[in-house]
Structure formats: C-alpha cells, structure tokens
C-alpha cells in the first residue's frame, strides 16, 4: 500500500505539473525534497548516536529492566507476543515513555531498536509482524504530555495563554492512541477469523 | 504556564543523570558502554537514507505540483459535510502526510486566526496530537528492513482521522466555538 501511495504522489504530481504549467516548481521540489531528506537523515546521526549510547548504559545497569518490570502490566497486554523478559520490551517501553515525555528525538532511535528485535522474533521475515503494527500504531498516535512546538508557536504569536492546549492535546492524543490499539486489534481479529474460516 | 517550561527543559537532563548515577551504583563502566551504543547510531541513520529521500520527493512534487490542492478540494465538501470546519480540511488532510508541510499550515493559521480564536486552538491541539504516519512507517519499518506492511498504514491512518474527528470534539467542547 506504501508503494501505490509513493507511485500515486508522484505520477499524480507530474500528470498535474504537466496541465497547470506548474514543471519548473515540481522539478525544483524534486530536488529540494531530495536535500530536505539527506539534511534530516544527517540531523537524525547524532541524536541515534547519542541516544543508543545512553540507553546502552541503562541497559547494562540494568535500569532498563527495572523500567521495564514497572509498565509490564500494560505492555503483556498491549504486546502479547512478545515475550516479557525480551530485549525488544525494553526498547518498546523506552519508546513509550520517550513519547509520553515528548521527547520525540529519543523515541524514534528507540523505536528502530525494537522493531529490529521485533524483526529477529519473527524468524528475521520481511514481513510485519503483529506486535510491529501495534508498536507503530502506538507511534502515529504518539500519545504525548507537553507539546512543547505548538506551545512555542503559540507563544511567538502572543497567545494569552500559550499552554491552555495541552489539556485539549492530551485528551485528543489519548483518544487517537486508544483508537490506534483498537483499530490494530479490530484488523488483527479480522484476519485471524479469515484464516480460519 | 511557567512550571510547565520549566518541566520540559528540566526532564531530559535529569533521565540523562538517573541513568549515570544508577550506572555508578552499579559499577557499570558508563563511557564504554555509551561508545559501544552509540557505535550503531551512524549507521541506523544512513540507512534511512534512501527510504526518506523516495518518500520526501514525493511528498514535495506532490504538493509543488498543485496536485495536493486538487485532492484537498475534491475532499473538502466530504470534510465540511461531516463537521470539519473549512479552515482546518487542509491541515487535516496534511497531518498524516507530512510534518514540515502540517507544522508549516499550523504556523500560517495560528498567525492568521490568532492564537486565542477556536481555528488557532483547534489546529495547535491538531498538530500536537498525532505524529505524521507516513514519516513513522518510513523510518521505523525502513531501518528494520520490513517490506511486507500487512495493516499497518491502514491502521496509522484510521488512528489519525479518530485523532482528528477526537480534536474537533474536545476543543468545541472545552472553548466553545
């Protein structure tokens, strides 16, 4: 489905540039978009290195497993495949409250993590397996505490009160992320029940 | 407003001294350990590479193009039909799609609408509550190597438009229009 997305941007883009006379913008973007993407890879080095560094003490220490020991009753239910004493429920819980703190820079590195552990459990296939969907479904959602961005925006253009939206925000984002678990559940049952019948 | 700054500038150092102070309890040889760590982070990174440049092209010819207007406008009767306030179908169409071009709209209509006005809180609690879905699947399942997605997109982009439908709600509710 990514890949009929991707084509459709792109031909769809094209096709348009080619009736409004827009070309010179669209190969200009490609370009641009080209640059935009190596910049942010090179900007994401140093916040993997630094970020894998650290959590590879707190895994030595045994910090993480502690960690770990404490969100265990929500993760065996959100993740029931995976083994709780795993080394991918490490990097998932790190993921979970890198999020929850805002600290979107520290979860991305500790979200790749599990998703490779999670790649090793599934007999290294190519192939998503279930507590991958929930992991990224938990990430699109991003269930988030301080939206420190909006929060600066808003205090850029004078705001009487900048911070009056984290209220809204954390409903909104603990409503998208509970639809986010059950939606994942709903095509998970769904396609178990086709495969039995 | 203040201890809520002071929160998010505080908690990212503290984690960093927990984690050095329970690494000295343990006599867990700290420095090494981040080296050997961090050792993979340049690679992880480069590897993103290719998938972020395909899908960043993409995202920008599309949008340069005037091929994203055209989708907006083809959806906007459908958004507006089901409670969508106009203003606000262009930022929930691009959340999903692309976080420079959603933090780039928020932007325009806090500056536009005013921070206070219900279109400026409405797209602030929009773009802090859900991350872009496209850039996450790229990222995460391009570094782990995952070419078969199974439900995952599908699922990303329904979770975005409860996020979006779950905004529109909460906000009329707690400020009124």
Same mark, same amino acid.
């Given at each position: 489905?990514?890949?009929?997305?991707?084509?459709?941007?792109?031909?769809?883009?094209?096709?348009?540039? /080619?009736?409004?006379?827009? /070309?010179?913008?669209?190969?200009?973007?490609?370009?641009?978009?080209?640059?935009?993407?190596?910049?942010?890879?090179?900007?994401?080095i140093s916040i993997m290195v630094f970020w894998l560094g650290m959590m590879n003490i707190a895994k030595k220490s045994?910090?993480? =497993?502690?960690?770990?020991?404490?969100?265990?009753?929500?993760?065996?239910?959100?993740?029931?495949?995976?083994?709780?004493?795993?080394?991918?429920?490490?990097?998932?819980?790190?993921?979970?409250?890198?999020?929850?703190?805002?600290?979107?820079?520290a979860?991305?590195p500790m979200?790749?993590k599990?998703?490779?552990?999670?790649?090793?459990?599934?007999? =290294?296939?190519?192939?998503?397996?279930?507590? /991958?969907?929930?992991?990224?479904?938990?990430?699109?959602?991003?269930?988030?505490?301080?939206?420190?961005?909006?929060?600066?925006?808003?205090?850029?253009?004078?705001?009487?009160?900048?911070?009056?939206?984290?209220?809204?925000?954390?409903?909104?984002?603990?409503?998208?992320?509970?639809?986010?678990?059950?939606?994942?559940?709903?095509?998970?049952?769904?396609?178990?029940?086709?495969?039995?019948? | 407003?203040?201890?809520?700054?002071?929160?998010?500038?505080?908690? @990212?150092?503290?984690?960093l001294?927990?984690i050095l @102070?329970?690494a000295?309890? #343990?006599?867990v040889p700290a420095y090494d350990s981040f080296v050997e760590g961090g050792k993979d982070g340049f690679?992880l990174?480069?590897?993103?590479?290719?998938?972020?440049?395909?899908?960043?092209?993409?995202?920008?010819?599309?949008?340069?193009?005037?091929?994203?207007?055209?989708?907006?406008?083809?959806? #906007?009767?459908?958004?507006? @039909?089901?409670?969508?306030?106009?203003?606000?179908?262009?930022?929930?169409?691009?959340?999903?799609?692309?976080?420079?071009?959603?933090?780039?709209?928020?932007?325009?209509?806090?500056?536009?609408?005013?921070?206070?006005?219900?279109?400026?809180?409405?797209?602030?609690?929009?773009?802090?509550?859900?991350?872009?879905?496209?850039?996450?699947?790229?990222?995460?399942?391009?570094?782990?190597?995952? #070419?078969?997605?199974?439900?995952? @997109? #599908?699922?990303?982009?329904?979770?975005?438009?409860?996020?979006?439908?779950?905004?529109?709600?909460?906000?009329?509710?707690?400020?009124?229009?």
């Amino acid at each position: 489905m990514v890949h009929a997305i991707w084509i459709i941007m792109l031909t769809a883009g094209i096709i348009t540039a /080619m009736f409004n006379g827009r /070309m010179e913008d669209v190969s200009e973007a490609i370009f641009n978009g080209a640059e935009e993407a190596v910049a942010l890879c090179f900007g994401l080095i140093s916040i993997m290195v630094f970020w894998l560094g650290m959590m590879n003490i707190a895994k030595k220490s045994g910090l993480m =497993d502690i960690f770990t020991r404490l969100l265990k009753p929500v993760a065996v239910r959100l993740f029931p495949d995976v083994p709780p004493k795993h080394p991918a429920m490490g990097y998932i819980m790190s993921n979970m409250t890198a999020n929850l703190m805002g600290l979107g820079n520290a979860a991305t590195p500790m979200g790749i993590k599990a998703m490779k552990e999670l790649r090793q459990l599934n007999n =290294d296939s190519e192939e998503a397996s279930r507590p /991958m969907v929930t992991l990224m479904a938990l990430n699109t959602a991003s269930l988030t505490l301080i939206p420190t961005t909006v929060i600066a925006i808003r205090m850029n253009y004078n705001s009487a009160n900048p911070a009056e939206i984290v209220g809204t925000t954390i409903a909104a984002t603990a409503c998208s992320t509970i639809a986010a678990i059950c939606i994942d559940r709903y095509f998970y049952y769904r396609k178990q029940k086709k495969r039995k019948g | 407003m203040s201890w809520m700054s002071t929160v998010s500038l505080w908690i @990212l150092p503290v984690l960093l001294l927990i984690i050095l @102070l329970h690494a000295s309890v #343990k006599r867990v040889p700290a420095y090494d350990s981040f080296v050997e760590g961090g050792k993979d982070g340049f690679q992880l990174a480069v590897s993103l590479i290719p998938y972020l440049v395909g899908m960043m092209v993409a995202i920008s010819v599309f949008r340069a193009s005037g091929a994203m207007e055209l989708l907006l406008e083809a959806l #906007k009767p459908f958004l507006i @039909l089901i409670g969508v306030p106009a203003d606000i179908v262009p930022l929930a169409v691009i959340r999903p799609i692309s976080g420079a071009g959603a933090l780039g709209m928020t932007t325009d209509l806090i500056r536009e609408h005013g921070p206070d006005s219900f279109i400026g809180r409405l797209a602030s609690t929009m773009q802090g509550s859900t991350d872009t879905t496209l850039y996450v699947l790229t990222v995460y399942f391009g570094a782990a190597g995952i #070419k078969y997605m199974g439900d995952a @997109l #599908k699922v990303g982009l329904l979770a975005d438009a409860a996020g979006i439908a779950a905004s529109i709600v909460i906000v009329t509710i707690v400020f009124g229009m």
